[in-house]
């Protein structure tokens, strides 16, 4: 399949979102850029977090852009697939949690 919703090429026009809003979309850059310096976290640790999380929210251009970085920063697969794995249960959890919401409906509904 060499067609997708997505276009990889589009990932290079990230920066361009500032064209249509250039103050809002700079200070968004602003604070993209503060978010991933070297701080309590390291960059590397950053990287893998983003990686996970770019799958629990499913971004095919941020899972494409950490997939690559965290390779650059000596991540390997193994500790890729095991924070993906830790993303997918916390979103299947969150899932399950909030089954407790209508379990209390349904009790609510039913006395």
């Known amino acids: 399949m060499d067609k997708t919703y997505y ?3 589009d990932l290079r026009k990230f920066g361009k979102i500032t064209e249509w809003s250039e103050e809002l979309g700079t200070k968004f850059f602003d604070y993209y850029g503060s978010v991933f310096e070297e701080g309590a976290l390291t960059a590397r640790e950053k990287s893998l977090i983003a ?7 499913q971004c095919p251009y941020c ?19 095991e924070a993906i794995h830790v993303a ?8 399950l949690v909030h089954g407790v919401q209508m379990m209390n409906k349904v009790n609510k509904l039913e006395m």
């Open 7 to 9: 276009d990889p090429k």
């Open 51 to 57: 990686l996970a999380v770019s799958h629990a929210v």
């Open 63 to 81: 899972i494409d852009a950490y997939t690559s970085d965290t390779l650059k920063r000596g991540v390997t697969k193994e500790q890729m697939m």
């Open 88 to 95: 997918g249960a916390i979103k299947g959890g969150a899932t």
